[in-house]
């Protein structure tokens, strides 16, 4: 005695949910974009954290600041704020090229 819950329908006849549709690579630029410019802000104020810490280092113990501070300073700033750039900005190349939007 078969069961109903048990009846098998063929494939063909399944009923198919509708596929989302992909955003347009426009729309997937601004997002990156978008990310692009967070990670930078972010990126940018870790290494003001960073270089306050250094300099309240400096002056809890009494020393002044040297050339080779104000180098390091300026090594971390154009670190935090251009690695997370290049990161996006390589991710979205890949990203287009695996895609094959062009350029």
């Known amino acids: 005695m078969p069961r109903s819950s048990l009846h098998l329908v063929p494939p063909a006849l399944t009923p198919t949910e509708q596929r989302k549709r992909l955003p347009s690579p426009q729309a997937v630029r601004r ?25 309240a280092n ?17 090594l971390v700033l154009v670190i935090g704020f251009g690695l997370p750039w290049l990161v996006v900005k390589a991710l979205w190349v890949w990203k287009r090229r695996r895609h094959d939007w062009g350029s």
């Not at 997002?31 to 300099?55: M, N």
């Not at 809890?60 to 300026?74: C, G, I, M, W």
């Open 31 to 55: 997002r990156y974009k978008l990310a692009q410019w967070g990670s930078v802000l972010v990126g940018g104020l870790v290494a003001a954290i960073v270089i306050a810490a250094a300099f």
């Open 58 to 74: 400096l002056t809890a113990r009494k020393l002044s600041p040297d050339q080779t501070l104000y180098a390091f300073a300026l």
